[in-house]
């Protein structure tokens, strides 16, 4: 397998840390951002214990300068982005009806925004290259709405969008542009839910459990090796069966 530079923004989370083990144990320098050194530190200590050493830049993801600026700190560290997952996302779950334009923009921003504001910096360089992967990490709930997400589902569902436009647009460069779409995994994320809601989640889920952020990984680095060259513009449900639309 090609030795390759990847970036996966959120990689500190729970279902970052999983993509960026998977994709450092195929051989590839993984990079990704922080926004609290100090934790970043603790992360990246406990990834160096296993192993695993990352290339960690500050970044916001939200921010299209702190995004340039963190895509340019790793190409200087690590050399040009040729595998990019955006991963980074947030929730801010309340129903509509409540919903405040804040908890609105904070979910665009960090998920689908953040789709520009990072692969914008890195696109040109994939297409002068002729080759490039990139990765977005929607959600089920872009695919089928939620009570509650409607911030997060509109999100999560422009991240298709985004995928089958840019596999369009760049499909003769070498380059990929896929999307996967977890379902419920047990990170932080959904770990906050409370337990009598997640028992209701679990009993909807046919394979009768959450999913685990390995999971979730190993269909991200599929996506990025050579052999997947022939798929693009493609959505990946891995959900336990919870919902089987497109
Ligand atoms: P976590 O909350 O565990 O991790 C989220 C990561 O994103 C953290 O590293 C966090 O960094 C980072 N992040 C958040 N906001 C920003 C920002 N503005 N700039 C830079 N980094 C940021 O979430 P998960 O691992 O569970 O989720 C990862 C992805 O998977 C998300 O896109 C999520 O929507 C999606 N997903 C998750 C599911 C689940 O069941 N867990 C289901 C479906 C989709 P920091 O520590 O600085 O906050």
């Not at 360089?125 to 709930?141: D, L, T």
């Not at 999560?156 to 990929?176: D, V, W, Y």
């Amino acid at each position: 397998m090609s030795q390759r530079t990847a970036l996966v923004t959120g990689g500190t989370g729970g279902i970052g840390t999983a993509i960026v083990r998977y994709l450092s144990r195929q051989g590839h320098r993984v990079a990704t951002n922080y926004r609290d050194a100090a934790r970043a530190e603790e992360w990246r200590k406990r990834m160096a214990a296993e192993g695993i050493e990352v290339c960690l830049v500050p970044g916001d993801v939200a921010d299209p300068a702190s995004a340039e600026a963190m895509v340019r700190a790793v190409e200087a560290k690590c050399g040009p982005v040729e595998i990019l997952v955006n991963n980074a996302g947030i929730t801010r779950d309340t129903t509509f009806h409540k919903m405040t334009y804040q908890q609105w923009t904070d979910v665009v921003n960090t998920n689908l925004n953040a789709c520009f504001n990072v692969t914008r910096p890195v696109i040109e360089g994939m297409r002068a290259r002729k080759w490039g992967r990139i990765v977005q990490i929607s959600s089920i709930n872009g695919q089928k709405g939620q009570y509650g997400q409607a911030n997060y589902a509109a999100a999560k569902a422009g991240m298709h969008g985004f995928t089958i436009s840019l596999a369009q647009e760049n499909a003769r460069f070498g380059i990929t542009v896929n999307t996967v779409s977890p379902g419920y995994v047990a990170t932080d994320m959904v770990m906050a839910v409370p337990e009598e809601v997640r028992e209701k989640i679990v009993a909807q889920i046919p394979v009768g459990r959450l999913g685990k952020p390995e999971e979730i990984a190993h269909a991200v680095a599929f996506f990025t090796t050579d052999e997947a060259s022939w798929i693009t513009g493609a959505n990946l449900a891995i959900n336990g069966g919870h919902y089987m639309g497109w």
